[in-house]
Nanobody, 125 residues
Framework: QLPLVESGGGLVQPGGSLRLSCVDI????????IGWFRQAPGKEREGVSCITVSGATRIYADSVKGRFTISRDNAKKTVYLQMNNLKPEDTAIYYC??????????????????WGQGTQVTVSS
């Protein structure tokens, strides 16, 4: 299973926006729920958001609800994470991966397969 490829990170001021992309160069997105995860310095990786194959189910961590929006374009084999009103605490490396439990609950999100390089998001003035 090939890792998914993340992009779109960068440096942004508090209150700013970024859109992350997660591209599948294999066939994972043909059948899999996809999750966004992040790892801040000194912290464990955590689930941020998840979307099922059809897009009918989308879940978010409480810390990003109302600010982040996940979406997918299956024809382009791409999942997006639109991040608005960014805060310094959103600073982390963001990763996407196939999610093991079909977006059941944020607290139990688990990635399958290998991690990609991730994309760095830094929120700072």
């Amino acid at each position: 299973q090939l890792p998914l490829v993340e992009s779109g990170g960068g440096l942004v001021q508090p209150g700013g926006s970024l859109r992350l992309s997660c591209v599948d160069i294999g066939t994972t997105m043909d059948y899999a729920a996809i999750g966004w995860f992040r790892q801040a310095p000194g912290k464990e990786r955590e689930g941020v958001s998840c979307i099922t194959v059809s897009g009918a189910t989308r879940i978010y961590a409480d810390s990003v609800k109302g600010r982040f929006t996940i979406s997918r374009d299956n024809a382009k084999k791409t999942v997006y994470l639109q991040m608005n009103n960014l805060k310094p605490e959103d600073t982390a490396i963001y990763y996407c991966a196939q999610e093991n439990y079909g977006c059941s609950r944020i607290a139990i999100m688990k990635a399958l397969g290998s991690w990609g390089q991730g994309t760095q998001v830094t929120v700072s003035s």
